[in-house]
């Protein structure tokens, strides 16, 4: 098993729906779980962080995590043509290191 | 707003050459992160500082590569020589410090686009 897996997609979302991104970790000692957006040709850019179970919110952006299933998902609400980017899922593991997901990418469509 | 420096944007060098990268991470910040991303990969974590001492460098390729953080603020990583396989974007990113929980978040510098050709 991956440290950090994530559906690589495309995914493909109509503007307006919500776009749903996954992903998981094998670490269980992590406590800190991070989501970046990386437009092409860019770096990634923080947009989310969460380290309790349950939802965070922050705009239209949730964070939902659940450790006892090891599983942290990002919704992006009201989607935007500009949320068209790939999500990387970065988890910080027991030795202190950040592990990052391969990234999905997604596609809002207009 | 504070932000992680690099140099340069991009770099072409031929293959035997050596090159550089510079890093100048947000003030305050003790951790230094130096990752490779190959087109449609994730981010690979070639080197880590804790202040000027290297934490982990498992993954950095030690024959041709060289990372050093002297003073505890401000990072180079180095290639000689350079082969084609490297190709790629080199990312520095600095967090407050390492670890779980609050502070720990890395933020990005804008990286280095290398071509070798």
């Known amino acids: 098993q991956k440290e950090v897996e994530q559906n690589s997609g495309p995914l493909s979302v109509p503007e307006g729906a919500i776009a749903s991104l996954n992903c998981t970790y094998s670490?269980?000692?992590?406590?800190?779980f991070f989501w970046y957006r990386q437009y092409s040709g860019k770096s990634p850019e923080l947009i989310m962080s969460i380290y309790s179970n349950g939802d965070k919110e922050d705009g239209r952006f949730t964070a939902q995590l659940n450790k006892a299933s090891q599983y942290v998902s990002l919704l992006i609400r009201d989607s935007q043509p500009s949320d068209s980017a790939t999500y990387l899922c970065a988890v910080p593991r027991r030795d202190d290191k950040i592990i990052f997901g391969k990234g999905t990418r997604l596609h809002i469509l207009p | 707003e504070a932000e992680v420096a690099q140099s340069p944007r991009y770099k072409i060098t031929e293959k035997s050459q050596a090159v550089a990268f510079w890093c100048d991470p947000i003030?305050?910040?003790?951790?230094l992160y130096w990752y490779r991303q190959i087109l449609g990969q994730g981010p690979e974590l070639l080197v880590q500082?804790?202040?000027?001492?290297?934490?982990?460098d498992s993954q950095l390729p030690k024959d041709r590569f060289s990372a050093e953080r002297l003073k505890g603020v401000d990072s180079t990583l180095k290639i000689q020589p350079a082969e084609l396989g490297d190709s790629a974007m080199y990312l520095c990113?600095?967090?407050?410090?390492?670890?779980?929980?609050?502070?720990?978040?890395?933020?990005f510098g804008q990286g280095t686009r290398l071509t070798v050709v």
């Open positions: 003030s305050g910040h003790a951790t």
């Open positions: 670490d269980r000692g992590s406590q800190s």
């Open positions: 500082f804790q202040d000027e001492s290297v934490v982990d």
């Open positions: 990113a600095s967090s407050r410090v390492p670890g779980q929980g609050w502070n720990t978040e890395a933020f």
